[in-house]
């Protein structure tokens, strides 16, 4: 980390002082102010953590000293709204909050108004908020599609949309339909090398995803979802990925649907964890107490749905774990993004992402193409890989625990996939690549015992691996019902335990150059 960026970050939590990028930004959005028509839509980006809030509040703040037309700043939910209105309050800008409850009849007396965009929506068709003097809307989480209803009503006005992913949650309706310019604020790459952002360390574990339906939305149904995710083998999956990865980490999970969240939550507890759950049917009493729990145990784990990828920072949070699939790359960087702030000892979060979203989206942080996005969100929606195609390129891998199991093996992998087609070209029939796999699962756990009895305890650690090669053959075959699959995957384990008992000498011999002892 420089001395430029320590000094800054002395000199930002002292007060509000800018960071050197942050005062780029405002001065390149008040160019285009002085240069743009009055009705211009401007479009900036910047990461999570970067401080959208502090940028636009002094945007704001300058705006009111410098011109005699009045502000509106709209959010999609009441805790941004809160958030964004006494970070404006810190700046010296007296504001109001357009909520439901809200009396307007001093609104005279206000240069700048803080709404959430449905309440809004309300006052205004109701005829309730003077809007003729605003000269400049500020739009915060720009790309949430429900502020577009709103711009009839500003017609004369600079709107100014913020966001860190520029792409629309809807395909129907890009951004660059409804805004002019992008700017593209500084990378997650860049916040990271100067130390303003934490960098996340990530771990995949490769999940069967073809039973998620796609919905009206874009994006897997919840019900699709919570047939997944609370099953027993994805429990137990979510448990051996947060003991390998995340143990001890103050820890957040992200589920889609509530139903999943309380099986985490349970699962978590019969382990004898500090967990805790939440979602949107909490009252806000106990939503603050759950925070605060959070907040002060070193090692919590919060489970919850949706409710926390927006207006929420906790920079003590150690690890994310992804523990849903989503098709929207806003999401995966929203759930990311909330480990990323930094704290004096924290440096690096882990992510751990089950739900295949790295290999849909790459790495958080990786060097995205905004501009191209923007004006062409469906050259790059239509270039992500589908399900399907993502999971044939996926090949089992070993847990670190499992694999000391296997040490004395260099290899342990077996590809079903080109035995498959080998055996085809050969004019083979498809059963070989079953005993075939067999074989090499009998040789890996011979290389690593003294006698049968250690092979066949060896073989019975081996069920992630067989399940992963029986659904990798049963793609092969294009065959794949539920009966079927079960059975084959019986059926191998049984002919491995009997090939191990009829074979343990005359494979031990082989790889050894000795029989084995009596």
Same mark, same amino acid.
């Given at each position: 980390?420089?001395?430029?960026?320590?000094?800054?970050?002395? #000199?930002?939590?002292?007060?509000?002082?800018?960071?050197?990028?942050?005062?780029?930004?405002?001065?390149?959005?008040?160019?285009?102010?002085?240069?743009?028509?009055?009705?211009?839509?401007?479009?900036?980006?910047?990461?999570?953590?970067?401080?959208?809030?502090?940028?636009?509040?002094?945007?704001?703040?300058?705006?009111?000293?410098?011109?005699?037309?009045?502000?509106?700043?709209?959010?999609?939910?009441?805790?941004?709204?809160?958030?964004?209105?006494?970070?404006?309050?810190?700046?010296?800008?007296?504001?109001?909050?357009?909520?439901?409850?809200?009396?307007?009849?001093?609104?005279?007396?206000?240069?700048?108004?803080?709404?959430?965009?449905?309440?809004?929506?309300?006052?205004?068709?109701?005829?309730?908020?003077?809007?003729? &003097?605003?000269?400049?809307?500020?739009?915060?989480? @720009?790309?949430?599609? !429900?502020?577009?209803?709103?711009?009839?009503?500003?017609?004369?006005?600079?709107?100014?949309?913020?966001?860190?992913?520029?792409?629309?949650?809807?395909?129907?309706? $890009?951004?660059?339909?409804?805004?002019? #310019?992008?700017?593209?604020?500084?990378?997650? #790459?860049?916040?990271?090398?100067?130390?303003?952002?934490?960098?996340?360390?990530?771990?995949?574990?490769?999940?069967?995803?073809?039973?998620?339906?796609?919905?009206?939305?874009?994006?897997?149904?919840?019900?699709?979802?919570?047939?997944?995710?609370? @099953?027993?083998?994805?429990?137990?999956?979510?448990?051996?990925?947060?003991?390998?990865?995340?143990?001890?980490?103050?820890?957040?999970?992200?589920?889609?649907?509530? =139903? +999943?969240?309380?099986?985490?939550? &349970?699962?978590?507890?019969?382990?004898?964890?500090?967990?805790?759950?939440?979602?949107?049917?909490?009252?806000?009493?106990?939503?603050?107490?759950?925070?605060?729990?959070?907040?002060?145990?070193?090692?919590?784990?919060?489970?919850?749905? !949706?409710?926390?990828?927006?207006?929420?920072?906790?920079?003590?949070?150690?690890?994310?774990?992804?523990?849903?699939?989503?098709?929207?790359?806003?999401?995966?960087?929203?759930?990311?993004?909330?480990? !990323?702030?930094?704290?004096?000892?924290?440096?690096?979060?882990?992510?751990? &992402?089950?739900? =295949?979203?790295?290999?849909?989206?790459? $790495?958080?942080?990786?060097?995205?193409?905004?501009?191209?996005?923007?004006?062409?969100?469906?050259?790059?929606?239509?270039?992500?890989?589908?399900?399907?195609?993502?999971?044939?390129?996926?090949?089992?891998?070993?847990?670190?625990?499992?694999?000391?199991?296997?040490?004395?093996?260099?290899?342990?992998?077996?590809?079903?996939?080109?035995?498959?087609?080998?055996?085809?070209?050969?004019?083979? +029939?498809?059963?070989?690549?079953?005993?075939?796999?067999?074989?090499?699962?009998?040789?890996?756990?011979?290389?690593?015992?003294?006698?049968?009895?250690?092979?066949?305890?060896?073989?019975?650690?081996?069920?992630?691996?067989?399940?992963?090669?029986?659904?990798?053959?049963?793609?092969?075959?294009?065959?794949?019902?539920?009966?079927?699959?079960?059975?084959?995957?019986?059926?191998?384990?049984?002919?491995?335990?009997?090939?191990?008992?009829?074979?343990?000498?005359?494979?031990? #011999?082989?790889?050894?150059?000795? $029989? $084995?002892?009596?």
């Amino acid at each position: 980390m420089s001395k430029k960026s320590i000094l800054e970050l002395e #000199e930002r939590n002292e007060g509000k002082s800018l960071y050197s990028y942050q005062k780029g930004a405002i001065d390149k959005i008040f160019k285009l102010f002085d240069e743009a028509p009055d009705d211009y839509h401007l479009l900036y980006q910047l990461p999570t953590g970067g401080g959208k809030t502090v940028i636009f509040s002094e945007i704001v703040r300058q705006y009111l000293k410098h011109h005699k037309k009045k502000v509106l700043v709209m959010t999609h939910r009441i805790e941004l709204c809160k958030q964004t209105s006494n970070m404006l309050t810190e700046f010296g800008v007296v504001n109001k909050v357009v909520d439901s409850k809200a009396n307007l009849s001093d609104q005279a007396d206000y240069s700048c108004f803080v709404a959430m965009v449905e309440t809004l929506n309300n006052r205004l068709n109701d005829d309730k908020l003077d809007i003729s &003097d605003i000269g400049l809307v500020i739009i915060d989480e @720009a790309h949430y599609n !429900s502020f577009t209803k709103l711009f009839k009503f500003f017609s004369q006005s600079f709107i100014l949309g913020v966001t860190a992913t520029p792409l629309s949650s809807s395909i129907e309706l $890009p951004m660059t339909d409804n805004y002019d #310019e992008l700017i593209v604020g500084e990378s997650i #790459e860049s916040l990271i090398e100067n130390g303003f952002l934490a960098r996340a360390e990530m771990f995949t574990y490769n999940v069967g995803l073809t039973s998620l339906v796609v919905g009206a939305n874009g994006d897997y149904t919840v019900k699709s979802s919570e047939d997944l995710y609370t @099953a027993d083998d994805m429990l137990s999956k979510l448990m051996q990925a947060y003991e390998e990865r995340s143990k001890g980490k103050k820890t957040l999970i992200f589920n889609n649907g509530i =139903n +999943t969240s309380l099986h985490v939550y &349970d699962t978590f507890r019969r382990a004898g964890y500090p967990v805790a759950h939440l979602d949107n049917t909490n009252t806000k009493k106990e939503r603050a107490m759950i925070l605060k729990w959070f907040k002060k145990t070193p090692d919590a784990i919060l489970t919850s749905v !949706s409710i926390l990828t927006t207006g929420f920072d906790e920079p003590t949070v150690e690890s994310i774990i992804l523990n849903r699939a989503t098709k929207s790359l806003t999401l995966y960087y929203q759930m990311i993004g909330r480990g !990323s702030r930094i704290l004096k000892n924290k440096k690096t979060f882990s992510v751990i &992402d089950l739900g =295949n979203n790295f290999h849909r989206f790459g $790495p958080w942080g990786d060097d995205l193409d905004w501009q191209r996005i923007f004006k062409s969100p469906n050259y790059y929606l239509d270039s992500i890989l589908g399900d399907e195609e993502l999971e044939s390129n996926f090949r089992y891998e070993m847990p670190d625990e499992l694999r000391k199991e296997f040490s004395k093996s260099k290899e342990v992998y077996f590809d079903i996939q080109k035995t498959y087609v080998d055996s085809i070209r050969n004019g083979e +029939t498809t059963k070989v690549v079953l005993e075939r796999s067999i074989e090499q699962h009998a040789k890996i756990c011979v290389e690593n015992s003294e006698d049968v009895y250690d092979a066949l305890a060896l073989a019975k650690m081996l069920g992630d691996d067989i399940d992963f090669r029986i659904q990798r053959y049963t793609k092969c075959i294009s065959k794949s019902t539920y009966n079927f699959v079960e059975w084959l995957k019986d059926d191998y384990r049984k002919k491995l335990n009997s090939y191990l008992r009829a074979n343990f000498d005359e494979v031990f #011999e082989a790889i050894h150059g000795y $029989p $084995p002892e009596d």
